[in-house]
């Protein structure tokens, strides 16, 4: 028979059995063996796998002293070298979750499987969502065996390589990746029978997991427009007529930076706009200025209601843009901006 | 509404010196169609093919996509309000319908208006006909349509035609040979005929509507526009429209907005929601939201409107699609809203968009209320298209086209499937 797999379990004071909230300054440190819920996921884990120690931290101590923790954490999987960590399950508790996603990561940057268990909406999650396989669990405590299987299962799953279904089929966390799947209904069929299920209130799956929105807090307004540089932004296409950059009309994935130190106004024998998204025939026929109006900043710059446009416009196309590639700009163009005292951004949405 | 579709399965395509359908064949006399197609001066040039499931054959410049149907009895005919065509009420009566085959016409779009307005794509870097195509053979033969027998109808406009005239001719076009070759039916007992009694409701079950959001292209050729979905050949921005299945059935939503065709809500969701009612639901409407408005209040209200019209209806369900992303996908999301906040359950069925390797989410936007939705895949299909021995579409296929084409990773803009109604059993899920 094949050596058993090696398995580290990670815990924290509490279910380590060291203590409550007192405890929670409790450093990293290793037990021989399975520990409190330990023995249940030995027992779930059977013969193929040997708990061979396990990991105790209190909550607070993970989360306020992490650079302490995660070396110990380090130090102690190169001593132990399991073939998976297995990290709660956490349910509901936030610091406790997070302590787990960070024992998961440290695993996964060995190449070492790991799994934890926890609340979809657990800060473990909404933190680290990318890269943790949690099993997803309620707030009840109750359910810890059932909850240690399911973690078992997928561990063994993982270290002997075996391709995992999709999150609802495994009962894991979305993990924000998204893959095809043949279904073995069209989909209209599978639309009619969700809505029959849901109308009767009877247990459904939906599709889609909507998650991995960027929540944008808007910056606070200007106090004074009269002090501030004001930079321009434009996702219209717009380019020195001739497009030398070759600016796409869709799916950028770089911005151009034009001069208008001397430009008062865009006219259509300087400027064009390239988008492939929206009919340019006023902007390149009659006036450029409605896909960024330059000619009215210029009159509130002469006029002291502003102080000063900045020197250079930023210009891409938003038609069709990866949300990686629309990130990694917008990224790039704020920093430009913020290095060169740029108070406020005119951008204008085309 | 009570509509009979009686169907007349057409199990092979032949050319010969009459038209007319007999045991399942379908003959064509194409003098004759082609003679019909040539009646209009637009069209400098017409050819017909015939293509069937396992061809090594590659159909290109699609423009539109029918099955032949006519109105044998009850009002109207069939895809009314299209160039002309009459505009009276459908969905009543008897409808005959030429089964496993499709009309396909096929051109080159002129590629401006005589405003200037460029037809799409025309300045895109990336143009969408490349990959709109379908292959009757091979591992990319995924489409619908590579599993039905296909009459090509391909065409050239004269050099000066506009791109809106000519998609009047080309539909004008296809509708002609639409009613001859459907009207070889009349007079004969159908093979097969679906009754959709929707007048019948089961007060025991619950109601549900479905609430396709159609792109309208007013916002780029202005209000009179032929291009884009029309309804009974209107196709401007209008607040939501109320329908019938059977009307849909009929025909009464046809025109592609860019290369998304009408032809999966006729053919495929609403015969399925139809064949499902008074069985486990009262299908009690078709609510069609115009998308494309250009202020935030104006989608608003369109959803809204939507969500009054389901109310009123008495709606349990509703189930949401859209034919197009991008900014037409802000009325589609904000109609689920409208929809659920007046206690309607509702479905979203989508394309949805690339998931970046985990690092976009799968909509464009999204809203709490969105908790039911069906993912229909990305729009992309991921193996290699074979080289082809035949091209259908053009009168000299650039050498391109018989070519391998690579994968196609679907991502907005970049659909081969054009599954928004759910033709396919593909989809993504989260993992």
């Not at chain 1, 995992?164 to 894991?172: N, Q």
């Not at chain 1, 960024?292 to 509130?300: E, W």
């Not at chain 2, 169907?7 to 379908?26: A, E, K, S």
């Not at chain 2, 064949?275 to 609510?287: A, L, P, Y």
């Amino acid at each position: 028979m094949a050596e058993a797999i090696r398995v580290v379990h990670y815990l924290n004071q509490f279910f380590g059995g060291m203590g409550g909230e007192a405890q929670a300054y409790e450093p990293v440190q290793v037990k021989p063996g399975p520990v409190g819920p330990g023995r249940a996921l030995q027992g779930a884990l059977g013969d193929q796998a040997t708990i061979v120690g396990t990991l105790i931290a209190g909550d607070n101590y993970f989360t306020e002293e992490l650079d302490a923790a995660k070396p110990a954490v380090e130090a102690y999987l190169d001593e132990l070298r399991p073939d998976a960590v297995i990290a709660g399950p956490a349910f509901d508790a936030g610091r406790y979750g997070l302590a787990c996603a960070e024992v998961c990561r440290i695993a996964s940057a060995r190449n070492i499987p790991a799994v934890t268990g926890m609340h979809p909406d657990n800060a473990g999650i909404l933190t680290y969502r990318n890269d943790v396989l949690a099993v997803s669990t309620g707030t009840d405590s109750t359910e810890m065996v059932a909850i240690l299987r399911q973690m078992a299962t997928l561990a063994l799953k993982r270290v002997r390589g075996t391709e995992l279904g999709p999150a609802v089929a495994e009962g894991y966390v979305p993990t924000g990746r998204r893959q095809e799947v043949m279904h073995d209904k069209y989909g209209y069929e599978r639309a009619a029978d969700m809505l029959l299920a849901r109308m009767a209130a009877k247990p459904y799956h939906s599709e889609m997991c909507l998650t991995g929105y960027d929540d944008v807090t808007p910056a606070p307004p200007l106090r004074d427009l009269k002090d501030a540089v004001i930079g321009l932004v434009s996702s219209g296409g717009l380019v020195p007529r001739g497009n030398r950059d070759r600016l796409v009309g869709s799916k950028a994935e770089q911005f151009f930076k034009y001069d208008i130190e001397q430009v008062g106004s865009l006219t259509v024998e300087e400027w064009e706009s390239v988008h492939g998204g929206f009919g340019t025939l006023i902007l390149n026929t009659k006036d450029p200025n409605y896909a960024m109006p330059l000619s009215t900043v210029r009159y509130l710059e002469d006029a002291g209601h502003i102080k000063q446009v900045y020197p250079q416009f930023f210009s891409t196309t938003g038609n069709a843009t990866a949300v990686s590639a629309a990130r990694r700009m917008g990224g790039e163009i704020a920093s430009e901006l913020t290095a060169n005292r740029v108070d406020g951004v005119l951008l204008v949405a085309t | 509404m009570k509509l009979e579709v009686g169907t007349f399965p057409v199990h092979d395509i032949v050319f010969g010196t009459q038209t007319r359908w007999q045991d399942g064949v379908l003959s064509v006399d194409k003098d004759e169609l082609l003679a019909l197609v040539m009646e209009d001066p637009y069209i400098a040039w017409a050819d017909i093919d015939v293509t069937r499931p396992g061809d090594s054959v590659r159909i290109v410049q699609i423009r539109d996509i029918v099955e032949p149907k006519v109105k044998v009895s009850g009002p109207g005919v069939t895809y009314p309000g299209i160039s002309g065509r009459d505009v009276t009420t459908v969905g009543q009566g008897r409808t005959h319908r030429l089964g496993g085959m499709t009309l396909i016409a096929c051109s080159e779009m002129p590629g401006f208006n005589p405003d200037g307005a460029h037809w799409w794509g025309t300045t895109s870097v990336e143009g969408r006909s490349d990959i709109t195509f379908i292959d009757m053979s091979g591992p990319g033969a995924v489409t619908p349509f590579a599993h039905t027998i296909n009459l090509c109808l391909q065409m050239e406009p004269h050099q000066e035609s506009y791109a809106d005239d000519w998609n009047r001719a080309s539909n004008a076009a296809v509708l002609k040979l639409n009613d001859r070759l459907a009207e070889t039916t009349r007079g004969f007992e159908p093979h097969e005929i679906t009754t959709y009694d929707l007048d019948y409701r089961d007060n025991a079950l619950p109601n549900i509507v479905f609430v396709p959001a159609l792109a309208s292209a007013e916002y780029r050729f202005g209000p009179r526009t032929s291009l884009g979905t029309n309804v009974y050949g209107i196709g401007r921005l209008t607040e939501p429209w109320l329908l019938q299945p059977t009307e849909m059935i009929d025909g009464a939503v046809f025109g592609t907005y860019m290369e998304h065709f009408t032809w999966p809500i006729m053919e495929t969701i609403v015969p399925h929601l139809c064949s499902r009612h008074g069985q486990e639901f009262n299908f009690v409407g078709c609510i069609v939201v115009r998308s494309n408005w250009e202020a935030q209040a104006e989608k608003q209200l369109m959803a809204n409107r939507a969500a009054q019209m389901a109310s009123a209806l008495g709606a349990n369900g509703a189930i949401v699609t859209t034919n197009q992303r991008g900014q037409r996908f802000v009325e589609t999301v904000l109609t689920v809203q409208a929809l659920e906040r007046v206690g309607v359950d509702t479905v979203l069925m989508t394309e949805e968009e690339d998931n970046e390797n985990g690092n976009a989410p799968p909509l464009l936007m999204s809203v709490p209320e969105i908790v039911s939705a069906v993912s229909t895949g990305t729009g992309g299909v991921e193996v290699t298209f074979p080289r082809v021995d035949r091209v259908l579409g053009l009168r000299q296929p650039d050498p391109i086209w018989y070519e391998e084409k690579p994968p196609i990773h679907g991502r907005y803009g970049v659909t081969h499937l054009h599954d928004f109604y759910g033709f396919g059993k593909q989809g993504c899920m989260d993992f």
